[in-house]
């Protein structure tokens, strides 16, 4: 009897010690988390290079859980011809990723071609099991910079 309890309080200690708690990063393995990454950053690409800004707008959120408005229909005179990544990191944790992009593009009424590096901040929400992009998309601020 005195065995079975000492196994028993043994059991309950070190379970309760686990940090694979409801918000942990962890509840989702990394190589699940790293294929999911995979599949946003190729969903994204995608939606830049068809410039689908609404899309691209539902990829964009801060840690602190508010969405970034950029007007979106204002865009429709960009045009994107060219893009693609070009380095992926993830972070040790997990849980952080840089994401180096380079895209072509030009806005209809100047016909002028530009090209710009994109470095993203993609951060994990464990809550949603889903990534979101932290850095604003440049057009988007050139965009809003020129009204």
């Given at each position: 009897?005195l065995?079975k309890l000492?196994?028993?309080f043994g059991?309950?200690?070190l379970?309760?010690?686990?940090?694979?708690?409801?918000?942990?990063?962890?509840?989702?393995?990394?190589?699940?988390r790293?294929m999911s990454l995979?599949?946003?950053?190729?969903a994204?690409?995608e939606?830049v290079?068809f410039?689908?800004?609404?899309?691209i707008y539902?990829?964009?959120?801060?840690?602190?859980?508010?969405?970034?408005?950029y007007?979106?229909?204002?865009?429709?005179?960009?045009?994107i011809?060219d893009y693609?990544n070009?380095s992926?990191?993830?972070?040790?944790?997990?849980i952080t990723a840089?994401?180096?992009?380079?895209f072509?593009?030009?806005q209809?009424d100047?016909?002028?071609?530009?090209?710009t590096?994109?470095?993203q901040s993609?951060?994990?929400?464990?809550?949603r099991?889903k990534?979101?992009?932290?850095?604003?998309?440049?057009l988007?601020?050139?965009?809003?910079?020129?009204d």
């Amino acid at each position: 009897m005195l065995l079975k309890l000492f196994f028993t309080f043994g059991f309950v200690i070190l379970t309760g010690c686990s940090n694979h708690y409801e918000g942990s990063p962890e509840r989702v393995d990394r190589s699940s988390r790293i294929m999911s990454l995979e599949e946003t950053i190729k969903a994204f690409s995608e939606a830049v290079k068809f410039a689908y800004y609404d899309e691209i707008y539902r990829f964009q959120r801060l840690p602190s859980g508010t969405s970034i408005d950029y007007q979106s229909e204002k865009l429709s005179s960009f045009r994107i011809i060219d893009y693609k990544n070009l380095s992926k990191l993830l972070s040790d944790d997990g849980i952080t990723a840089r994401v180096i992009s380079q895209f072509q593009f030009y806005q209809i009424d100047e016909g002028k071609l530009k090209k710009t590096l994109f470095e993203q901040s993609w951060w994990y929400n464990p809550i949603r099991n889903k990534w979101f992009l932290k850095t604003p998309f440049p057009l988007f601020e050139e965009k809003l910079n020129t009204d």
